[in-house]
């Protein structure tokens, strides 16, 4: 893996104590437990949100076994005093946003239900194999496993709000999507799959057709979507939706 000081040429030098010091006071940012990551992981995770006006205490990173923290790409100066404090990159990540059409229902869609649930964890364990909660910051299968308890959720209404299915004429399930609606009167879209051996079928085009109709239905303004800036099959689909990329991102890492 390598260092996030790698994205910047001009960093030639090690970080010597001086030079860690100056990094470390111009970060501001808070620490934030993830409790349900730290009991899921069965390690102590926390968030490093770059916001606020109080200096980072660089000793209370070493409080935690795990600090993730998102950094959006313009951040230059953000990005080199957390490679000097130690954060390794992980993953890019772009968040698109695409407006809401008035446009015909899609066939063969349907609500997930808890019959379909063991179905769903296969997949998503399946499928999101590589993610940034992959070795070697996780345990081998951790990724799977966090994926499978996510669309399980979906599916009783925890976090995302429900999990719709693509199916074929015999019922047979070839994709899914996770949708919430947030606080802002938008959507977000959480998971989005096609199965192995429905893809190149046009599965994507109608789960994203199906979440723009969640949303109509739900008088939702826009719907958000993120993928890893590697997944180009997945930033292509939501280009061809009519998506815009909004904004891109690092995820780095700390662990100790």
Same mark, same amino acid.
């Given at each position: ?29 808070? $620490? ?44 230059? /100066? ?28 899609? /066939? ?45 959720? /979906?599916?009783? =209404? ?12 015999? =019922? /047979? ?82 662990? $100790?």
């Amino acid at each position: 893996m390598m260092r996030c000081a790698a994205l910047r040429p001009r960093w030639r030098k090690p970080a010597t104590a001086s030079t860690y010091l100056t990094c470390c006071m111009s970060v501001h940012a808070s $620490i934030k437990p993830l409790e349900w990551e730290s009991a899921f992981f069965g390690r102590r995770c926390a968030l490093l949100e770059l916001k606020g006006d109080s200096v980072l205490d660089a000793a209370r990173l070493n409080d935690w076994d795990l600090v993730q923290v998102k950094v959006m790409a313009q951040q230059s /100066a953000e990005l080199d005093a957390l490679s000097a404090l130690g954060f390794r990159l992980v993953e890019g990540e772009a968040d698109c946003v695409l407006g809401i059409a008035a446009v015909e229902r899609p /066939a063969g869609i349907r609500i997930a239900r808890v019959e379909h649930i063991p179905q769903l964890r296969h997949a998503a364990a399946e499928l999101f194999t590589y993610s940034r909660f992959r070795s070697p910051w996780f345990a081998v299968g951790d990724s799977g496993r966090f994926y499978a308890q996510w669309i399980e959720n /979906a599916v009783r =209404g925890t976090f995302d709000h429900q999990c719709l299915l693509a199916v074929d004429e015999k =019922g /047979a399930m070839q994709g899914f999507v996770s949708l919430r609606e947030l606080p802002d009167g938008t959507g977000r879209i959480g998971l989005l799959a096609v199965l192995p051996e429905s893809q190149g079928l046009g599965i994507g085009q109608r789960l994203m057709n199906a979440a723009n109709d969640w949303c109509r239905a739900r008088r939702l303004t826009r719907l958000h979507v993120a993928t890893q800036l590697g997944n180009l099959s997945a930033l292509r689909l939501y280009l061809r939706c009519g998506g815009v990329i909004e904004r891109t991102a690092y995820w780095l890492y700390r662990e $100790i």
